[in-house]
């Protein structure tokens, strides 16, 4: 039978190492592009009990990966961004990272809620990583001009 689903094209960045140090931005989306982790009002976001989830696990990445500080994130209706920092000597890669994350939350919650795979950003300056925070920090205000509402 042939196959008529179209062919993902690879994101990932040939022949880098995602074990190494630096900061990364990552994007994970809830399949469909449901709305289930939160309401927007007054530009606040109320979590739902998967949203409070997710959060706990976004939490959690620190004390399980001793080499991963969380700087920033947000918990959208749709999606989650992370950013974070790899420091010196890790050996676990962003994928595995971020798929014993979402297989973590799939666990807790009893079934998955994930898109395939994620998006990512290796943050490359001090200019983009400002940028990137200050987009996740207002990420719930722009919700409105969001593609994905």
């Known amino acids: 039978m042939k196959n ?31 709305q289930i982790l939160g309401k927007i009002n007054n530009f606040q976001i109320t979590l739902t009990k998967k949203g409070i989830i997710v959060q706990e696990y976004i939490k959690n990445i620190e004390k399980i990966y001793s080499k991963i500080l969380i700087d920033e994130y947000a918990i959208m209706p749709n999606h989650i961004h992370i950013l974070f920092s790899i420091k010196p000597q890790n050996t676990i890669s962003i994928s595995r990272i971020i798929n014993n994350y ?31 925070k200050e987009y996740i920090q207002n990420n719930v205000v722009n919700w409105k001009k969001d593609k994905y509402f």
């Open 4 to 34: 008529d689903l179209p062919t993902r094209k690879k994101i990932r960045l040939n022949y880098f190492d995602y074990t190494k140090e630096g900061m990364y931005f990552i994007t994970v989306c809830i399949k469909n592009k449901k």
């Open 102 to 132: 979402k297989g973590a939350v799939t666990k807790q919650i009893g079934y998955s809620i994930w898109q395939k795979s994620y998006y990512e950003h290796i943050v490359r300056n001090d200019y983009e990583y400002y940028k990137i």
